[in-house]
C-alpha cells in the first residue's frame, strides 16, 4: 500500500480530540467578565434603593435599562471585530453629525443642550461617541506603522479632537473627557515615544491659562475653585462636596447600617442616587463597604487587560485596552469627585449610579470586549 493511500485512511485526529465548544465560547461570552457585572449591577441596584430614598420606581427603572443593556451586550458579543473595524468611519462621521445637529436642534434641560428627539424619543448623541471615538482611532492605527509617526499621531489627535469640541460646546465636560480619554489611551497603547508624551504634557500646560480664560464658562471655574477652598462657599458651590466627605466620613469602617444614613436619608447630599452614590454606600456600609466594591471594580478591570494582553489583532489589542482604561477613568472620576480629590464634573458611578442610555452604551462596550476575548475562538471553531 501507497503511505498516499495510507494517510488518506487516517482518521482526522485532531476533530476526533477536540471539545465541543461550550455555550459560553458559541455565543462569544467570556464568562468571568460576565460574572462580574452581573455582580456589580446586583449590588448597585441594592445601594440604589437606599440612595433613593426608598423609591422602587428608581430601582425597576434602572431594571429595565440593565436589562436592555445586558441584550445589548450580548448582540455586540455576537459583532466579528472586522465588522467594526471596516464601518468605524461611518460610525464616527453618523456620531459627529449628530453633535453638529445638536448644537442647531438639540433639546435642552437644565441650561444644557445635549439631547436629540425623534419621534418622541430622547437619546444623548454623545453617548455614542464613547465607543465610536475609540473604534476609529485603533482602526486608524490597525495597519500603520507602530510606534506610530508624527503625522499619524496627528491624524489620530483630529480624530479625537472633533467629537471633544463639539462635545464641550454643548456644555458638557464630562463626557468629552471620557471621549478624549478613549481615544488617547488608543493611542498612548500604539507605543508612543516618550519624546511625543512629554511634548503633549508641555502643550497641555502652556493651553492652561488660554483654557481658563476662555475655554471655560464661569460655573466650570467655580467647581476648580470650589476643589481648592471647598470651605469658602459651604452653602452654595461646596455644599455637594462638603456634605459627601461628611457622609463619608460619618459612616467609619462599620457604617451606619444599611438605609440608615443621616446625609442621604435627610436629603443633605445632593444627587445621592446618580453622581453621589458611593457616599452613600459609604455612609451605610462604612469602609470595608467601599473597599469591597472597589475591588469588584478593580476585577473586572483587570478582566480587561487581561482581555487586552490576548487579543489576536492591533486592532483588537488597543481597542480592548482603550475600553478598559476608559472604564477606570470612570471610576476613578467619580470616586475623586465625590472624594473632594477632583472636581465635579457628573460623571456617574458605573453600574451603581442610576442612568439610561449611559448604562447601554458602556454594556455595549464590554459586549465589543467579549468580541476580542473569543475573536481567537472564532478561528478555531
Not at 482611532?137 to 480624530?159: D, E, G, K, M
Not at 471633544?164 to 471621549?179: F, K
Not at 475655554?215 to 471647598?230: E, H, M
Request: net charge positive; glycine share 10%.
Amino acid at each position: 500500500m501507497a503511505s498516499r493511500d495510507y494517510m488518506h485512511r487516517l482518521p482526522d485526529a485532531g476533530s476526533s480530540l477536540r471539545r465541543p465548544a461550550s455555550l459560553s465560547r458559541r455565543l462569544h461570552i467570556d464568562m468571568p467578565l460576565l460574572l462580574l457585572l452581573l455582580l456589580l449591577a446586583s449590588v448597585g441596584l441594592v445601594i440604589l434603593y437606599s440612595a433613593s430614598g426608598e423609591e422602587i420606581h428608581y430601582v425597576k427603572r434602572q431594571s429595565v435599562f440593565l436589562g436592555l443593556a445586558f441584550v445589548g451586550m450580548l448582540i455586540a458579543a455576537q459583532i466579528p471585530l472586522e465588522f467594526y473595524r471596516r464601518w468605524s468611519p461611518w460610525f464616527y462621521l453618523a456620531g459627529c453629525c449628530m453633535l453638529v445637529a445638536v448644537l442647531f436642534i438639540g433639546v435642552g434641560a437644565k441650561g444644557a443642550q445635549r439631547w436629540l428627539e425623534i419621534g418622541g424619543f430622547r437619546f444623548q448623541p454623545s453617548e455614542a461617541l464613547k465607543l465610536a471615538v475609540p473604534i476609529s482611532v485603533a482602526a486608524y492605527l490597525h495597519n500603520r506603522t507602530l510606534p506610530p509617526s508624527f503625522l499619524s499621531v496627528a491624524i489620530a489627535l483630529a480624530i479625537v479632537a472633533v467629537p471633544a469640541a463639539l462635545i464641550v460646546r454643548q456644555p458638557d465636560l464630562g463626557t468629552s473627557i471620557l471621549i478624549a480619554a478613549s481615544g488617547l489611551f488608543a493611542l498612548y497603547l500604539s507605543g508612543l515615544s516618550w519624546k511625543m508624551i512629554g511634548s503633549a504634557v508641555l502643550a497641555a500646560l502652556m493651553a492652561a491659562w488660554p483654557m481658563w480664560q476662555w475655554g471655560l464658562r464661569d460655573y466650570q471655574r467655580q467647581r476648580i475653585l470650589t476643589l481648592f477652598n471647598p470651605d469658602a462657599d459651604r452653602l452654595g458651590a461646596g455644599w455637594n462636596i462638603f456634605q459627601s466627605k461628611a457622609a463619608i466620613g460619618s459612616g467609619g469602617w462599620y457604617g451606619k447600617g444599611y438605609m440608615q444614613g443621616t446625609q442621604s436619608q435627610l436629603d443633605f447630599l445632593p444627587e445621592s442616587h446618580t453622581d453621589f452614590i458611593i457616599a452613600v454606600l459609604a455612609e451605610e456600609w462604612g469602609m470595608r463597604g467601599a473597599l469591597l466594591l472597589l475591588l469588584l471594580y478593580l476585577l473586572i478591570i483587570a478582566r480587561g487587560i487581561y482581555i487586552s494582553f490576548m487579543a489576536q489583532s492591533v486592532f483588537g489589542r488597543l481597542l480592548a485596552g482603550s475600553i478598559t482604561l476608559t472604564f477606570f477613568v470612570y471610576v476613578f472620576v467619580n470616586i475623586g469627585m465625590v472624594s473632594g480629590l477632583l472636581p465635579v464634573v457628573g460623571v456617574p458611578l458605573p453600574l451603581v449610579s442610576h442612568g439610561g442610555t449611559s448604562v447601554i452604551t458602556l454594556m455595549a462596550g464590554f459586549g465589543i470586549l467579549m468580541a476580542i476575548s473569543t475573536e481567537k475562538r472564532r478561528v478555531l471553531f
